[in-house]
Every structure is written in structure tokens, then in C-alpha cells.
């Protein structure tokens, strides 16, 4: 497959590489201890990783994509890295932890 068609695709060289988990948060969503929460994520976790994340937070669950960012970097030492600070926070509880996968088109 040529380069451009590759790159359209993204497959090979450009395919970007992800990692989901979802968990609940043991208290109230709207709360200034939840938007803390958020912002430790942010600043602790997210930011010295060099990644971003898309995702849902509610009360009946949150569901987190993490991807470098540039995705086709992503790499298992920074997967490892989310789940260990994810894992000590007492103030969630962790339901699932996936493995790096292809953003577009699931596993590897």
C-alpha cells in the first residue's frame, strides 16, 4: 500500500494507538471534590505523560480514551503509568483497564 493511501487509512506508520478504562467516582459528579479530581488528573497524571484524554463523566459511570498526543506514539509504559495513579486514588473505583489498541480500527 502506498504512503498516502496508508496514511488516509490509517494503518502502518500512522495508525494511532489508544488505551480505555472506565470507573465510577465515589461521590457526587458535580461536586468541587470531583472537579478536583479532575484537574489532579490533569496536571499529575495527563500533563507529565504528554497525553490527552477524550471521555464521558457521569454518575452511573465514566468511560476515559488516553492517547499520546501524537497518537501514533502512544506507548505501555505511559498505559502503565495512568493505571498506577488511576489505582491509588481511593476516591474512584476502578471497573476496567484495557490494553493499547487502534483508535479506529479495535484491537491489535
Given at each position: 500500500m502506498?504512503?498516502?493511501?496508508?496514511?488516509?487509512?490509517?494503518?502502518?506508520?500512522?495508525?494511532?494507538?489508544?488505551?480505555?478504562?472506565?470507573?465510577?467516582?465515589?461521590?457526587d459528579v458535580?461536586?468541587?471534590e470531583?472537579?478536583q479530581?479532575?484537574q489532579?488528573?490533569d496536571?499529575e497524571c495527563?500533563?507529565?505523560?504528554?497525553?490527552?484524554?477524550l471521555?464521558?463523566?457521569?454518575?452511573?459511570?465514566?468511560?476515559?480514551?488516553v492517547?499520546?498526543?501524537?497518537?501514533?506514539?502512544t506507548?505501555?509504559?505511559?498505559r502503565?503509568?495512568?493505571?498506577?495513579?488511576v489505582?491509588?486514588r481511593?476516591?474512584?473505583?476502578?471497573k476496567e483497564?484495557?490494553?493499547?489498541e487502534?483508535?479506529w480500527y479495535?484491537e491489535?
Amino acid at each position: 500500500m502506498k504512503k498516502r493511501l496508508r496514511k488516509k487509512y490509517r494503518v502502518g506508520e500512522f495508525r494511532e494507538l489508544c488505551f480505555k478504562f472506565s470507573f465510577e467516582y465515589k461521590g457526587d459528579v458535580e461536586s468541587p471534590e470531583c472537579r478536583q479530581f479532575i484537574q489532579a488528573f490533569d496536571t499529575e497524571c495527563l500533563e507529565p505523560n504528554g497525553l490527552v484524554c477524550l471521555g464521558l463523566f457521569q454518575n452511573s459511570g465514566c468511560n476515559i480514551t488516553v492517547h499520546d498526543a501524537d497518537p501514533t506514539l502512544t506507548t505501555e509504559a505511559q498505559r502503565a503509568a495512568v493505571k498506577a495513579w488511576v489505582e491509588a486514588r481511593p476516591e474512584i473505583d476502578l471497573k476496567e483497564f484495557g490494553e493499547i489498541e487502534d483508535a479506529w480500527y479495535g484491537e491489535l
